[in-house]
């Protein structure tokens, strides 16, 4: 689908707002959360009803995208993720790429069409929170 939810989720990650707590406001379901993700058709009661609990318009939360440009738009997404992985794994080695880009897409900030960034001190802060957690669950298990 030529539909893709990238500024809801650039949008949750501006507030400081968790998945759940949309959920909650709008009240969805976790697996219309992940239809979003996955960015799957959904109703447009539910585009309403996220609208409403984040007083925006759809345009704020949704865009059409052509599969072509959808496509390359990923490639390079994940070109991204992973030229940063490798800056930061020599020193967070212990970090998979999957927590890794999880953790990433925290840190970014800004509107897709109006630009991003990262945010790297707050990076910075979860990549060594995760390490600490990572070294206390290893000294648990022995």
Known sequence: ????????????????????????????????????????????????KICKALECQPGDIMEYIDDDERSQKKKIDEQIIELLYDTYKETYSEIPYYKFKSLLLKCVKGNPLTGTHIDQTKLNGLLKDEVAKRKQSQENEE
């Not at 707002?17 to 539910?46: C, H």
């Open 1 to 48: 689908m030529p539909i893709i939810y990238k500024k809801l989720f650039h949008e949750l990650v501006e507030r400081d707002m968790k998945k759940g707590e949309l959920q909650e406001k709008a009240g969805i379901t976790a697996s219309i959360m992940a239809r979003l993700a996955k960015d799957e058709t959904v109703r447009t009661d539910t585009i309403g």
